[in-house]
């Protein structure tokens, strides 16, 4: 491939003599050659192809047993000073990572071929666009990158003779678990990742570089990286407003993507977009507003649960020219997961390649599921029906409101608006949710997750929070910031609110308050919706289940402060003042002092 950029050509010389792979090829973005990767991986068994006529353009990938979801524990911010990586983050210092890292990539490509991928994330030549480079052995990784970012030669076009770039760097090695480390070294602007498989470890340019990376050069040039979904709601007189939402893994964040409004609000001329799922990178605008793009190109969705019935426009994004990963596979060589479409399957391979029924046991007579709790789909975002015309614009969409939201069962309201920015900034990080597959640890078990950033952010996060509050000093028509919770159940343990479509209803509130409409009642937490201010056209909603979905328990609240209390006090001396006096401010909200 034609380009004239010397470091880059330095810097795959030294990686490769490091790596020895037998080959180097320079992965072009064209079709001819993702049609004979694709074809070399399913020779090598390294992709499986599914049924063409059923899933036309659909590959299937198992990972390793012990290599399904991001490994955080084996995840590292290395600065060089440890202060600058914060106590939420793992740190290693840089000389000690680089040399523990080259003694498991030394070799480590022998006998197979090094893919050289020139990524964007984000349209090519966008101002908001960086550009990465990702070193790998895998054709795995290929294909996904091929899907999830915009690769080949008119990246390095835009790259000319000198542009900056991420360095990443990624072998499966050996795929050993004591072997495996993913090291972002933010003041190097390099990413190297070992041992791995899996989506999250491996493709470099999702969380890696898009968020930790990201997140830490934003903060110096003075924009946001962040882990939020793009959507934008268009009213029946052709207004669009465009949300960001920050929500921890599976806590609904690619259904409401993706929404699909209620028959009722259809019926009267709304229509959702879908911009992105996962990610925003967002700066502010010569108009002072704050302006967004979804740097990727795909989705690297959670299979299960996803159906036709929560979330139409994924099951319509997912037939054809799609990744799957861990789900499991069926004699007639589709796809199938827990909570999915279509009947349970009689037989199966799993996500393990052993046979499968139904009822199966392990060893333990626990249940064994056909699909991984985490297994994912690949998909270009342009199949998704949803997707908004403005998705590729290099300018971005503006930014009316924000949505913090997480997954609590008894505490947080179904939706209350923050005071003000600074309070919106103290909302944002004292969020907590109740962990998920995604994550490694303890289901259910309650931990903080400011911003849905805790794994993601480059660097300290009381840093983090200062640049938040920052921003909001520089941002002359700031979005308004709205905390939400779908996931409230009443005592037998069901949902209170219906979610899904519905949640259309709740968002048009929290876009009329930005317009200075829409009733709300003053409470300690923020502004809550009075019921009369909903749009209830064709959703019978009692107005004591209402009430129930905003009871602010004060107990409860004060037991949750001494855990905000807690968690921000780990920070120090580094934590912004600001963020002590809106926990003190509520606190005394709370014992109703106000």
């Known amino acids: 491939m034609n380009h004239h950029h010397k470091e880059l050509d330095k810097w795959v010389k030294e990686m ?64 060089a000073r440890e202060e600058d990586a914060g106590t939420t983050n793992n740190w290693m210092p840089p000389e000690k ?57 008119s990246v390095l076009d835009a790259l000319g003779a000198n542009g900056v770039f991420t360095k990443c760097l990624h072998s499966k090695a050996d795929l050993d678990i004591n072997k495996r480390l993913i090291l972002h070294f933010p003041e190097d602007n390099t990413i190297w990742s070992v041992g791995s498989g899996y989506g999250g470890n491996v493709l470099l340019g999702k969380k890696c570089l898009a968020l930790r990376i990201a997140s830490y050069q934003a903060r110096q040039e003075g924009w946001l990286a962040e882990h939020m979904l793009i959507l934008g709601v268009e009213h029946p007189d052709g207004q669009i407003d465009y949300i960001a939402g920050a929500f921890p893994s599976a806590c609904g964040k690619t259904n409401l993507a993706m929404l699909v409004p209620s028959p009722d609000l259809a019926k009267k001329g709304y229509k959702v977009w879908t911009v992105g799922d996962d990610i925003a990178w967002m700066r502010i605008g010569p108009d002072g507003r704050l302006w967004a793009i979804n740097p990727e190109s795909g989705f690297f969705g959670v299979a299960p649960g996803t159906n036709s019935k929560f979330n139409p426009n994924a099951v319509a994004t997912i037939k054809r020219n799609t990744i799957f990963t861990n789900t499991a596979l069926l004699p007639n060589g589709t796809v199938w997961w827990e909570q999915g479409d279509g009947d349970q399957p009689v037989q199966a391979l799993d996500w393990r390649g052993q046979p499968w ?21 690949t998909a270009p975002a342009s199949q998704c029906p949803s997707i ?43 969020m907590s949710s109740e962990r998920t597959a995604a994550q490694f640890g303890k289901i259910g078990e309650v931990r903080h997750d400011p911003m849905a950033m805790l794994p993601f952010c480059g660097y300290n996060m ?26 409230r159940r009443d005592d037998d343990g069901n949902f209170l609110w219906p979610g899904f479509g519905e949640n259309l209803r709740i968002l048009l509130w929290a876009l009329a308050r930005c317009r200075g409409q829409a009733n709300a009642i003053r409470t300690p937490l923020g502004w809550v919706p009075t019921y009369d201010s909903i749009d209830w056209d064709g959703l019978q909603f009692p107005r004591a289940s209402w009430s129930d979905l905003h009871a602010i328990h004060t107990e409860e609240w004060l037991e949750e402060q001494n855990q905000n209390r807690q968690f921000l006090a780990q920070f120090g001396q580094r934590l912004p003042s600001e963020l002590w006096y809106e926990h003190a401010a509520r606190e005394f909200r709370l014992r109703g002092h106000e």
């Not at 029924?357 to 789909?377: I, L, Q």
């Not at 200062?466 to 520089?474: A, F, I, P, T």
Request: charged content about 20%; hydrophobic content about 40%; aromatic content about 12%.
């Open 462 to 487: 009381a840093d983090y929070f200062r640049h938040w509050l920052e921003m909001g000093k520089k941002i002359l028509h700031r979005p308004k910031v709205f905390r939400v919770n779908w996931f």
């Open 16 to 79: 490769a003599a490091m790596c020895q792979p037998d080959k180097i090829v320079w992965i072009d973005g064209s079709d001819a050659q993702r049609k004979q990767l694709t074809a070399e991986a399913i020779k090598t068994g390294e992709v499986i192809e599914l049924n063409q006529e059923l899933l036309p353009g659909c590959l299937y990938h198992r990972t390793a047993v012990n290599d399904v979801a991001r490994t955080e524990g084996l995840t590292y911010i290395c600065t």
């Open 388 to 430: 908004s015309p403005h998705w590729q614009d290099p300018q971005g969409v503006p930014i009316t409101a924000i949505f913090f939201g997480t997954r609590r069962a008894r505490l947080a309201p179904l939706i209350y608006q923050c005071f003000d920015w600074q309070h919106a900034v103290y909302v944002g990080a004292t």
């Open 357 to 377: 029924y139904p009822g199966k046991t392990d060893e333990h007579g626990k249940k064994v599921d056909a699909a991984h709790a985490n297994s994912r789909f």
């Open 97 to 153: 990572a680089y040399d523990q890292a080259r003694e498991y990539f030394t070799g480590a490509m022998k006998g197979r071929t090094m893919y050289v991928i020139p990524f964007s994330m984000g349209p090519v030549g966008s101002a908001f666009s960086k550009i990465g480079v990702e070193l790998t052995d895998s054709i795995y990784v290929v294909l996904n990158m091929l899907i999830m970012t915009r690769v080949g030669t």
